[in-house]
């Protein structure tokens, strides 16, 4: 079993930043990709970023492309998002999920289907 926490989330005025947090437990060493996903009223759950455990390969969406950054803490077991200049378009419940899946391209790991874990999910509001 793998437990995901977001936190982090908040109130940011446009133009702002934000960095999110997603603590993982239980059995996490068996997880290779955290990915991260947003989701706002009446859309579509869609794909933000996602970053390996071990070389720390990165996929952006081109939603988020040159404003986010996503790393990892493997010692705290804790993947990070920051997205910078923040538009009211970025406001969503954001989700973080594990893949224990080895595959590293872009085309497998924006999908909600390679993930076999998932946290509750952090508010992020940007007001305008």
């Known amino acids: 079993q793998v437990q995901l926490v977001e936190s982090g989330g908040g109130l940011v005025r446009a133009g702002g930043s934000l960095r999110l947090s997603c603590a993982a437990s239980?059995?996490?060493?068996?997880?290779?990709?955290m990915g991260w996903f947003r989701q706002a009223p009446g859309k579509e759950r869609e794909f933000v970023a996602a970053i390996s455990w071990s070389a720390g390969i990165e996929h952006y969406a081109d939603s988020v492309k040159g404003r986010a950054f996503t790393s990892r803490d493997n010692a705290k077991n804790t993947v990070y998002l920051q997205v910078g200049n923040l538009e009211p378009e970025d406001t969503a419940v954001y989700y973080c999920a594990a893949a224990r899946s080895p595959a590293t391209h872009y085309t497998y790991l924006s999908r909600e289907r390679a993930y076999e874990y998932w946290g509750q999910g952090t508010q992020v509001t940007v007001s305008s």
């Open positions: 239980g059995s996490a060493s068996s997880i290779y990709t």
